[in-house]
């Protein structure tokens, strides 16, 4: 009966090692969009920067993320949980391109 705890408890301890080194990190948080109506042309073009070094940081975020959720040996709630932040990177993704549009938008009314 020992025998089998040990062994029962090191497979969860390997498992829950070999997740960890699959966890996913997004490497760059979503960039703050300038109001438009007071931005400078150079801000806005620094926010254009930093937008695009954040869609370029998703890609690896989420590649890492569905390889998790695609793993059929990993437990449904990892899986679940990969998909779930998979879908609040989209969000966190729409929204910032939401907030440029309308960034672009209050810029070029200022500048009629």
Avoid: H
Avoid at 22 to 48: F, H, I, N, R, W
Avoid at 73 to 86: G, M, N, T, Y
């Amino acid at each position: 009966m020992k025998r089998e705890l040990m062994g029962a408890a090191l497979a969860l301890t390997l498992s829950t090692a070999v997740y960890a080194e699959e966890t996913c990190t997004l490497g760059a948080a979503a960039p703050q969009v300038p109001d438009g109506a007071t931005a400078s042309e150079d801000e806005l073009k620094a926010a254009m920067q930093s937008i695009k070094d954040f869609q370029g940081a998703l890609s690896p975020y989420r590649d890492c993320l569905n390889a998790i959720a695609d793993d059929a040996d990993k437990p449904l709630e990892d899986r679940e949980a990969a998909l779930q932040k998979f879908n609040e990177s989209v969000d966190m993704e729409t929204a910032v391109v939401e907030a440029w549009t309308k960034t672009v938008k209050a810029f070029n009314a200022k500048a009629e």
